[in-house]
């Protein structure tokens, strides 16, 4: 089955700065590469995805790269805010098997 | 639309108790998985239904637990009995696959079960 390695498991930046999450994945048939956001006493939230025919994608401040080549990916998220302060997951799935694999999560801290 | 709703937020029992977990996934969604996240295993998929069918029940770690999905707005993980390792956090998502293939997944806020 797939298995989705995430590094660096805490990740404390400035404000301001920026902040680089990567996944590896073993299943090269995973096409599809979400990441969550988890804050305290909720559920997973989708803050940007990106599928195996795209090598990178941006959404405002936040922007996910991807290597099939490697079998990895990454977030970027520049211009940090305090409120940016989360566990971020990596997740990736194929067209056959929808459930998500999930990385480990990254405890993102923020410092004002 | 509210969401993938779970209930309830917090449940405590004593080990040998039953539990039932409740979801109610977002209208016109066909796929419900549930998954269970703890601190030293993280997030892991239980099982996932596709039209009410269970598909993939692989991760469902014995014969204490089970799930079923009556209708396409009602789905109950139950465990029976309840042992303290089974103490976590359980998120019920959904996603529509619609015409193009997606898999974006709506999780609920979960329910906390902590078995004494």
């Known amino acids: 089955g797939e298995n989705v390695e995430q590094h660096p498991s805490t990740l404390s930046v400035q404000e301001g700065d920026s902040a680089v999450i990567k996944c590896t994945y073993s299943?090269?048939?995973?096409?599809?590469f979400p990441w969550y956001k988890q804050e305290l006493g909720k559920g997973p939230q989708l803050i940007i995805d990106?599928?195996?025919?795209?090598g990178e994608k941006k959404d405002q401040r936040i922007a996910v790269t991807l290597n099939k080549t490697a079998k990895h990916f990454s977030l970027h998220i520049t211009e940090t805010q305090p409120e940016d302060s989360a566990v971020y997951f990596c997740?990736?799935?194929?067209?056959?098997?929808?459930?998500?694999?999930f990385g480990s999560g990254t405890r993102l801290q923020v410092q004002p | 639309d509210a969401g993938v709703i779970q209930s309830p937020r917090h449940e405590v029992t004593e080990m040998g108790q039953e539990v039932t977990l409740r979801c109610k996934p977002i209208s016109g969604h066909d796929y419900l998985f549930w998954y269970r996240q703890t601190m030293m295993r993280g997030l892991e998929l239980l099982i996932y239904f596709n039209n009410n069918v269970p598909i993939d029940d692989s991760g469902m770690p014995e014969d204490r637990f089970s799930a079923k999905m009556p209708n396409a707005s009602f789905s109950t993980l139950k465990i029976q009995p309840s042992e303290p390792r089974d103490s976590a956090v359980y998120f019920c998502a959904s996603s529509f696959q619609g015409l193009i293939a997606k898999n974006i997944q709506y999780f609920g806020a979960g329910t906390r079960l902590s078995v004494l």
């Open positions: 990106i599928r195996s025919n795209v």
């Open positions: 299943d090269s048939a995973s096409n599809y």
């Open positions: 997740a990736a799935s194929n067209t056959g098997r929808r459930a998500l694999t």
